[in-house]
């Protein structure tokens, strides 16, 4: 039989509502073997589901109705408009969780998503500036203007490019770049 | 208006009469080239007769509708009409007015289907009893 914990259940419920293809599982209650893991979903049987793609799904919500429920579906196999609407609204219920208002209600976890992204980029920020102190090595000589100006020049007296790179740019006669 | 069910294509047909899509394709995602082609009215006409089966029973319904609004289309309302009577029969008030709040979700961002769909239904629906889930403030959360 399958099974599907609770662990399991938490990652796929929630999440966007995106084009009806994410869906809430409400399993039945796990009337054996309750002690061994808190909610159990027996997978083998039917189970209800609020989908905006699939709108009557495989079992009502409610199948365990109490007395006053029952009179009610007792009175629903009559004329309906000797219903009033709050005994409308209770049969709905009986048989569906949510409303397709309610399923696509936006939720407003993009702000804890954008949130935790940029707390780690700060996060990531704070650590390479660590590093820059404490882990990179001392900057190498040749990377020192007086260092860059001698090579500079010796590339010159070698000629470097002479035709269409560097040294065809500078001025010899003048002594500074064309 | 649209004789038959209106076809909604991704790109997004803005106005309300019928588009033409690439291939005449009814049945959802299939595209012949070959082979007979069933026209809107032989659409309607089968789903008519599925759900005004007498003894249609809770299971075929469920199948009927969930098959029904995975279509691209908005169902017609003589479709709608049958399927409605269809909960009747089977004594499921919750599952009719489920069906339009679907209608009402098929039509996506063309927000003038769903008022013409309900005034079309209307005589079924005073005739049944059915509140359409505005009525009921179904449509809050």
Known sequence: MLRLTSSRLGSLLAGRPTAALTFSIKGRAASQQSHEVSEALDMSRPMYYDRVDMPLPDKPYKDVLSEAEQKLKQKEKGPWSQLTNEEKVALYR????????????????????????????????????WQRIYVYPPRPRTLEDDWKAMQLQRMLDMRINPVEGLSAKWDYDKGQWK | MFRAAVRLSVSGARSLTRTQPRCQAPLASRCYSHGKQETDEEFDARWITYFNKPDIDAWELRKGMNTLIGYDLVPEPKILEAVLRACRRLNDLASAIRILEAVKDKAGPHKDIYPYVIQELKPVLSELGISTPEELGLDKI
Do not use: D, I, N, R
Not at chain 1, 102 to 121: H, I
């Open chain 1, 94 to 129: 009986l048989k569906f969780c949510q409303s397709y208002s309610e399923m696509k209600a936006p939720s407003a976890e993009w702000k804890t998503v954008l949130g935790g992204v940029l707390f780690f980029l700060g996060f990531t920020g704070l650590v390479v500036w």
